[in-house]
């Protein structure tokens, strides 16, 4: 089990940018973000195969966020650039030992095995 602690939400202004990272206390394969938003289902935003450096987006964000790792210190970022009030949710990370490059796996939290407490992100208008 991977367990992951999550900061850097808060309030951010639209048009403004924000950075949340994911700090994990082992190893994984795949790291990914996702976020849910009052009254709706989790949704993915992006993933990383770690060991390749390989990242995805959802169309929402592709363009405005950016996945990345920090591998001496076992932590991914996500940079979210052009925030819009559409971003507020909680943002949440999750981990597998396992790899996949099919989209509808990597993107559906049924694969994740572990996952961080959230991080609230609010864009105000």
């Known amino acids: 089990q991977v367990q992951l602690v999550e900061s850097g939400g808060g309030l951010v202004q639209a048009g403004g940018s924000q950075r949340l990272s994911c700090a994990a206390s082992?190893?994984?394969?795949?790291m990914a973000w996702f976020r849910q938003a009052t009254g709706k289902e989790r949704e993915f935003v992006a993933a990383?195969?770690?060991?390749?450096?390989?990242?995805y987006y959802s169309d929402s964000v592709r363009g405005r966020f950016i996945i990345s790792r920090n591998s001496a210190r076992n932590t991914g970022d996500l940079q979210m650039n052009s925030l819009q009030s559409e971003d507020t949710a909680t943002y949440y990370c999750?981990?597998?030992?396992?790899?996949?490059?099919?989209?509808?796996?990597?993107?559906?939290?049924?694969?994740?095995?572990?996952w961080g407490q959230g991080t609230q992100v609010t864009v105000s208008s």
């Open positions: 990383i195969i770690w060991s390749l450096d390989i990242t």
């Open positions: 082992r190893r994984f394969t795949t």
């Open positions: 999750a981990a597998t030992p396992r790899l996949s490059r099919d989209r509808a796996t990597f993107s559906s939290p049924a694969w994740y095995d572990d």
